[in-house]
């Protein structure tokens, strides 16, 4: 059975900085699509960042710049270093794990950024 659980997040004050980490298992994870998506409140969920089985990195632009994504294949993780933290990166942060003809989710950690 496959299991994504993130962990990291938490209350930041604006500016601030926070790792988010997702760690897998059950998962052939060297060979998944890793993703992070996030979900503010009254909004529906969008992406943020991918980071392929190949190591090649797509981000949404409006955090380009301030979060990057990495991986660590040893620990079966994927990792979102965030940056420069504003009110609107307020949400539920998720991570996704793509294999072929399948998707699997976490169950999000929260990330609040306010003073």
């Known amino acids: 059975q496959v299991h994504l659980v993130e962990s990291g997040g938490g209350l930041v004050q604006p500016g601030g900085s926070l790792r988010v980490s997702c760690t897998t298992s059950?998962?052939?994870?060297?060979?998944?699509?890793m993703s992070w998506y996030r979900q503010a409140p009254g909004k529906e969920r969008e992406w943020v960042a991918t980071n392929t089985n190949f190591g090649g990195t797509t981000y949404k632009d409006s955090i380009k710049g301030r979060f990057t994504i990495s991986r660590d294949n040893a620990m079966n993780t994927v990792y979102l270093q965030m940056n420069d933290l504003k009110p609107e990166d307020t949400a539920v942060y998720f991570c996704?794990?793509?294999?072929?003809?399948?998707?699997?989710w976490g169950q999000g950690t929260q990330v609040t950024v306010s003073s």
């Open positions: 059950g998962l052939t994870f060297s060979g998944a699509i």
């Open positions: 996704r794990a793509d294999r072929p003809g399948r998707v699997y």
